[in-house]
């Protein structure tokens, strides 16, 4: 059945012809975008919605999650802001959770923080493995992903277990965990960092991953300048996340590569670190995206209008490259070019704010804007 949405007052398209339209229609068929365009020149459908002049936009791609774990991690948190430096050692708090908890509590969690995203205008959201460590906690991480989630990550290579050989699990991810996984993922991941995996470990992992034809990410660059944007860009990873700490090198090396730079402003807050470099990044002309980090340690969020409303008080983002960084770029971070645009042939993935402009996203800070939202075109609110 085709819907005519009509009344819209900014049309966001990130489409490069047909731009941001003013009184604009927009027609969904199916789990398409029919046609875009001036309100005036809309075909017929079969039904028709008017959205009394609103802003339109394409729903938010989450392109880094964290959504299958069990456990809180609420402590660490107020501990964090008594003073207490944030470190990757954290994870190993969920881990222990995320290996005692079922698969039904498992599943459970992870639709319920997608059902939460969906409602604010996540339309498309990746996660990540990584809170299971042992190959059939990881193995079972996936397969729930899969059930649930648009994109699926390995991230065996999370964090060396406590008491295990860091050689050895390495070992393990490249071996008989990334065969358990494959079948479930499109992508593999590496948490290139001090305390976690070194550049060498983080080279075995990502060139074991590629050679079983999955595509690379890698997280980089979080805690201090270190190997991990090079590493990204040298293995033609389609993202390198985090980027919280640039060189000059880093940041030419991003801009000259296809390799997009993805910025985590929830989590830079939440461990109250440095807002990584988006302007510079932008300016040197690397591609960039938003994405919420949504895990239970250090960015408990779904909510990308938050990371968008922060880019553009915080990072000195126009609202124009907040979006597009939140939606096109984080297609692009997933390499996918069927969602984060409204065109013809896209997928019907549609945001509708509460508000005649996109830019009352950082002019109405904390305010929940979402007023409709169809992902594949079904009408979720």
């Given at each position: 059945?085709?819907?005519?949405?009509?009344?819209?007052?900014?049309?966001?398209?990130?489409?490069?012809?047909?731009?941001?339209?003013r009184?604009a229609?927009?027609v969904?068929?199916?789990?398409?975008?029919a046609?875009?365009?001036?309100?005036?020149?809309?075909?017929?459908?079969?039904?028709?919605?008017d959205?009394?002049g609103r802003?339109?936009?394409?729903?938010?791609?989450?392109?880094h999650?964290?959504?299958?774990?069990?456990?809180?991690?609420?402590?660490?948190?107020?501990a964090?802001?008594a003073?207490?430096?944030?470190?990757?050692?954290?994870?190993a708090?969920?881990?222990d959770?995320?290996r005692?908890a079922?698969?039904?509590?498992?599943?459970?969690?992870?639709?319920?923080h997608?059902e939460?995203?969906?409602?604010?205008g996540?339309?498309?959201?990746?996660?990540?493995?990584g809170y299971?460590?042992?190959?059939?906690?990881?193995?079972?991480?996936?397969?729930?992903?899969?059930?649930?989630?648009?994109?699926v990550?390995?991230?065996?290579?999370?964090?060396v277990?406590p008491?295990?050989?860091a050689?050895?699990?390495?070992?393990?991810?490249?071996?008989?965990m990334l065969?358990?996984?494959?079948?479930?993922?499109?992508w593999?991941d590496?948490?290139c960092?001090t305390?976690a995996?070194d550049?060498?470990?983080?080279?075995?992992?990502?060139?074991?991953?590629?050679?079983?034809?999955?595509?690379?990410r890698?997280?980089?660059?979080?805690?201090?300048?270190g190997?991990?944007?090079?590493?990204?860009?040298e293995?033609?990873?389609?993202?390198?996340?985090?980027c919280?700490?640039?060189?000059?090198?880093d940041?030419?090396?991003?801009?000259?590569s296809?390799?997009?730079?993805?910025v985590?402003p929830a989590?830079?807050?939440?461990?109250?670190?440095?807002?990584?470099?988006?302007?510079r990044l932008?300016?040197?002309?690397?591609?960039?995206?938003?994405?919420?980090?949504a895990?239970?340690?250090?960015?408990y969020?779904?909510?990308?209008?938050?990371?968008?409303?922060?880019?553009?008080?915080?990072?000195?983002?126009?609202?124009?490259?907040?979006?597009w960084?939140?939606?096109a770029g984080?297609?692009?971070?997933?390499?996918?070019?069927?969602?984060?645009?409204?065109r013809?042939?896209?997928?019907?993935?549609?945001?509708?704010?509460?508000?005649?402009?996109?830019t009352?996203?950082?002019?109405?800070?904390?305010v929940?804007?979402?007023?409709?939202?169809w992902r594949?075109?079904?009408?979720?609110?």
């Amino acid at each position: 059945m085709a819907v005519l949405i009509t009344g819209i007052g900014e049309l966001t398209t990130n489409d490069p012809e047909l731009g941001k339209l003013r009184d604009a229609a927009l027609v969904l068929d199916g789990e398409t975008v029919a046609w875009a365009g001036p309100a005036a020149q809309a075909p017929d459908a079969d039904e028709r919605v008017d959205v009394e002049g609103r802003a339109v936009l394409p729903g938010w791609v989450d392109s880094h999650t964290h959504l299958v774990f069990a456990g809180d991690r609420t402590a660490e948190f107020e501990a964090r802001m008594a003073g207490q430096a944030y470190a990757a050692g954290g994870i190993a708090v969920t881990v222990d959770a995320t290996r005692a908890a079922s698969d039904e509590q498992l599943a459970a969690n992870l639709r319920r923080h997608v059902e939460e995203a969906a409602a604010q205008g996540t339309t498309c959201l990746e996660t990540k493995t990584g809170y299971g460590l042992t190959v059939a906690d990881e193995a079972r991480s996936a397969r729930i992903a899969g059930e649930v989630a648009d994109e699926v990550t390995f991230l065996g290579a999370h964090l060396v277990p406590p008491g295990a050989d860091a050689e050895s699990y390495v070992d393990l991810v490249c071996g008989e965990m990334l065969d358990a996984v494959a079948p479930h993922v499109r992508w593999a991941d590496v948490f290139c960092e001090t305390g976690a995996f070194d550049e060498a470990q983080s080279a075995r992992v990502l060139k074991a991953a590629a050679e079983r034809g999955l595509g690379l990410r890698v997280h980089g660059n979080q805690l201090g300048e270190g190997p991990g944007v090079r590493l990204a860009v040298e293995l033609d990873a389609a993202s390198v996340d985090h980027c919280t700490y640039l060189s000059d090198a880093d940041v030419e090396a991003l801009a000259s590569s296809n390799t997009v730079a993805t910025v985590l402003p929830a989590c830079d807050l939440s461990t109250r670190q440095s807002l990584a470099p988006a302007r510079r990044l932008l300016d040197a002309g690397a591609t960039v995206a938003l994405a919420s980090n949504a895990n239970p340690g250090s960015s408990y969020t779904t909510s990308m209008a938050f990371c968008v409303t922060t880019a553009v008080l915080q990072m000195r983002m126009t609202v124009d490259e907040a979006v597009w960084s939140a939606t096109a770029g984080g297609a692009r971070a997933l390499r996918r070019d069927d969602f984060g645009y409204l065109r013809p042939g896209a997928r019907a993935d549609v945001h509708v704010l509460d508000a005649p402009s996109t830019t009352h996203l950082a002019y109405r800070p904390g305010v929940p804007l979402t007023h409709a939202v169809w992902r594949k075109g079904a009408k979720l609110r």
